[in-house]
């Protein structure tokens, strides 16, 4: 395998990163106005290394996921080492999601604590190329050392939201003068800046990642066309899906290899690009390897 860093990815993961720790500086300097600095940057340190160490755990848990052995899916595993020994990867944890949404996203802090989950209904719904393309676009996340990045800017964009949405029980209702009020309400406006600032960042970054990962993947199984049929394959099985299915995992939006999408709100603000554009790119960046 040919491996070619992305500079772009790193130069946009870099920038966000610098964004967003500026954002959240801000953020901290507000809130420690009326809630005490040490006691917010005691909460959100113990909730970032949460964050950091049980990621993987807490995505599979809201997935309702579980860790796979090979005896159960000795197919799955066999696919997953050999596209890891490709991509010069450890193996990551294996893991099947019950739900008939057919998806899979990548977790973990880094290339050597990772895991790969996929759904049973993407297994019902490809077939081995499909899956073997998906599969290598997962681990393209992990070699791009994106997940972590995505983790953590979501759940500090989270962090704000969790303020915007309860914050007006800090604000003192039985205060009949209102006097603890006025203090909340800055709380509150200046979290639902940073929560739109730090929303729109993450999906620029989100968007971009996503066609690195097409290409990474592409790189890693040698077969642009196989993840391109995946995807389309993909994109057309979530109209069959039930919509309670869609609703619990929706949370999980960023990090799956397509989105789930409902009207054009839900479009227009993705975190993922258009599976036609990105069709339309691995179908290049297969006919160049054919030229080659």
Not at 208 to 233: C, Q, W
Request: charged letters at 20%; aromatic letters at 10%.
């Amino acid at each position: 395998m040919e491996w070619k860093t992305d500079w772009g990815l790193r130069g946009r993961m870099v920038l966000t990163g610098f964004l967003l720790f500026a954002l959240y500086i801000v953020f901290i300097a507000v809130l420690s106005q009326y809630v005490g600095l040490f006691a917010i940057v005691a909460i959100m340190g113990l909730f970032s290394l949460g964050q950091f160490f049980f990621s993987d755990k807490l995505a599979l848990y809201s997935m309702g996921a579980k860790e796979v052995s090979e005896q159960e899916y000795p197919e799955l595993h066999r696919k997953i080492t050999r596209l890891s020994q490709q991509a010069d990867l450890p193996k990551p944890t294996v893991a099947v999601a019950d739900t008939r949404v057919p998806n899979a996203f990548a977790a973990g802090r880094s290339q050597k604590n990772s895991t790969v989950c996929v759904t049973t209904g993407l297994l019902r719904t490809l077939d081995d190329e499909e899956l073997e393309g998906v599969l290598a676009h997962e681990l393209a996340h992990v070699k791009n050392r994106d997940v972590m990045v995505m983790t953590i800017a979501s759940f500090l964009s989270t962090l704000a939201f969790i303020v915007v949405r309860w914050g007006w029980l800090f604000g003192g209702g039985g205060d009949r003068g209102g006097g603890n009020q006025a203090p909340v309400i800055v709380a509150i406006v200046v979290s639902l800046v940073v929560w739109v600032i730090s929303f729109m960042l993450i999906r620029l970054l989100s968007r971009y990642r996503e066609f690195a990962a097409d290409r990474g993947g592409a790189a890693i199984s040698g077969k642009p066309g196989a993840l391109a049929s995946a995807l389309v394959t993909i994109d057309s099985g979530m109209e069959k899906v039930p919509k309670e299915d869609l609703r619990d995992t929706a949370e999980m939006n960023a990090f799956f290899v397509i989105p789930i999408r409902s009207g054009f709100i839900g479009k227009l603000f993705s975190t993922h690009p258009s599976t036609e554009k990105r069709v339309e790119r691995l179908r290049e960046l297969e006919r160049e390897l054919e030229t080659a």
